[in-house]
T-cell receptor, first 112, second 117 residues
């Protein structure tokens, strides 16, 4: 899982609560990404950031928010507005020279 | 917009036999193509990529893939499968930098590979 850490590995929340997922990288990569993974649907892009203090909505940004105050950190908040938040969430960063994305180990969020 | 299709939800192969996982793509311009592997409850691991050059790309763990521009395909292959190759495999495509500087990847739905002893 390279130099990307995500915490916690498992997260349980009650419906209606906001929750923040942590993503930290020590690879000195500028670009970072958040994906959501559901069975049989592959990975879908939630938000991405190319530089500190700048980020863009991906394909399924509704109900999510992010911040990028430091190059190393890209936390994702799952808000109560997200209709189906239970999923596996993956954070990634990209090597600008090789174009490869490096993934963290993921956080499995369960909302009941 | 780019897209990726992995037509098989699951591929079953006996250990020692050749393994092929299919991927076709759609993108404007010359594609950047990637294969990743995922083990249960883990993040994705990079296997190989095609950016430019030789159409046959060799990657980690004995895997290779062939870029076929006319068929818009990038099938993953391994000559002799191992039980430990059992995992979920994802193909991904990004548009060239001239059209997408953000480096966004479009992933296929994934193919579960099951290798039996």
């Amino acid at each position: 899982d390279g130099g990307i850490t995500q915490s916690p590995k498992y997260l349980f929340r009650k419906e209606g609560q906001n929750v923040t997922l942590s993503c930290e990288q020590n690879l000195n990569h500028d670009a970072m990404y958040w994906y959501r993974q559901d069975p049989g649907q592959g990975l879908r892009l939630i938000y991405y950031s190319q530089i500190v203090n700048d980020f863009q909505k991906g394909d399924i940004a509704e109900g999510y928010s992010v911040s990028r105050e430091k190059k190393e950190s890209f936390p994702l908040t799952v808000t109560s507005a997200q209709k189906n938040p239970t999923a596996f969430y993956l954070c990634a960063s990209r090597n600008r020279e090789t174009y490869e994305q490096y993934f963290g180990p993921g956080t499995r969020l369960t909302v009941t | 917009a780019q897209s990726v299709a992995q037509p098989e939800d699951q591929v079953n192969v006996a250990e020692g036999n050749p393994l092929t996982v299919k991927c076709t793509y759609s993108v404007s311009g010359n594609p950047y193509l990637f294969w990743y592997v995922q083990y249960p409850n883990r993040g994705l691991q990079f296997l190989l990529k095609y950016i430019t050059g030789d159409n046959l790309v060799k990657g980690s763990y004995g895997f290779e893939a062939e870029f076929n521009k006319s068929q818009t395909s990038f099938h993953l292959k391994k000559p002799s499968a191992l039980v430990s190759d059992s995992a979920l495999y994802f193909c991904a495509v990004r548009a060239p930098r001239t059209t997408d500087s953000w480096g966004k990847l479009q992933f296929g739905a994934g193919t579960q590979v099951v290798v039996t002893p």
